[in-house]
């Protein structure tokens, strides 16, 4: 039983930033690799960042040098800070997470998504 709570979406300039959150909850004994999806409309959902429970961490070739992704394991907490953002950004974003129950059960799990818009 494993929730991820997603937050902190919205509508932003082009060049503004954003910063969203995963808040992962329930029967977890421990996280493995986390990461952000998006899809926008007609296309594909693709992963925008990852990063594993040491740290090591990979990112679409669209986003890197702009977007970076961290994670407060005490927390079971995953970020995504998004800067000089743009149009091409739009799009719902999904946390993943890979989760050892305490019950010793490996499943993979997503969040409900947030809608990050950018439009002057």
């Known amino acids: 039983q494993v929730q991820l709570v997603e937050s902190g979406g919205g509508l932003v300039q082009p060049g503004g930033s954003l910063r969203l959150s995963c808040a992962a909850s329930?029967?977890?004994?421990?996280?493995?690799?986390m990461g952000w999806y998006r899809q926008a409309p007609g296309n594909q959902r693709e992963l925008v960042a990852g990063?594993?429970?040491?740290?090591?961490?990979n990112y679409a070739d669209s986003v890197k040098g702009r977007f970076t992704i961290s994670r407060d394991n005490a927390k079971n907490t995953m970020y995504l800070q998004m800067n000089s953002l743009k149009p091409e950004d739009t799009a719902v974003y999904y946390c993943n997470a890979d989760v050892l129950t305490v019950v010793r059960s490996r499943g993979n799990y997503w969040g409900q998504g947030t809608q990050v818009t950018v439009s002057s």
């Open positions: 329930g029967s977890i004994q421990s996280i493995y690799t």
């Open positions: 990063i594993s429970s040491g740290g090591r961490t």
